[in-house]
């Protein structure tokens, strides 16, 4: 009677298994690699700033190019469960007598481009609420009739940046960790 106790056990073990593994909970994590680029920063990048200045404004590339110090390559690449794709950035920096020459923007935002695609979702929002289709809060919750200050809407109709926030900085040893 134990021999057949013990094969059925293990035959109900590895179905159960299988059918846990076969289910998707299969956690993948975030992928986060280069130089995350600021569109306040690329907005800056001039034609003529210095080299000194460029590793200021971007910092140091993460590539760095062995043969040829005349360009530096910044780039991004960040794979996610969210996205279909990986997000992939490129900004290209070509120097000429120490010098920046010129510079390829290959997916990287710049504050324009913020600035447009603010005031692009600012009238997709405001043609949506004026045909009746206001999609910034439930259908079932009452107008207040109280008007939002632009302040506020500047911040909610921001769209997320696809990079996650650092998380904070720990407290030091022997710092109480309860209310005081």
Not at 12 to 25: D, N, P, Q
Not at 55 to 63: D, N, Q, S
Not at 137 to 142: F, G, I, V
């Amino acid at each position: 009677m134990k021999r057949l106790a013990l094969p059925t056990i293990s035959v109900g073990l590895v179905v159960t298994l299988g059918a846990v593994l076969s289910s998707g909970c299969v956690y993948r994590m975030n992928i986060q690699q280069g130089n995350y680029l600021v569109p306040d920063s690329v907005s800056q990048l001039k034609e003529g700033m210095t080299r000194s200045q460029v590793r200021f404004l971007l910092g140091t590339p993460m590539v760095p190019v062995a043969f040829d110090d005349s360009r530096w390559d910044y780039y991004y690449y960040f794979n996610s469960q969210k996205f279909k794709e990986p997000l992939k950035r490129r900004l290209t920096v070509f120097f000429a007598d120490e010098k920046v020459a010129r510079f390829e923007n290959q997916g990287v935002p710049t504050q324009a481009d913020l600035e447009q695609l603010e005031r692009d979702l600012r009238k997709a929002l405001a043609e949506n609420k004026k045909k009746g289709k206001s999609t910034d809060k439930p259908a079932d919750e009452p107008d207040s009739g109280a008007a939002a200050t632009s302040e506020d809407d500047s911040e909610d109709e921001k769209a997320p940046d696809p990079v996650p926030p650092s998380a904070p900085a720990p407290a030091p040893a022997g710092t109480p960790s309860g209310p005081t």
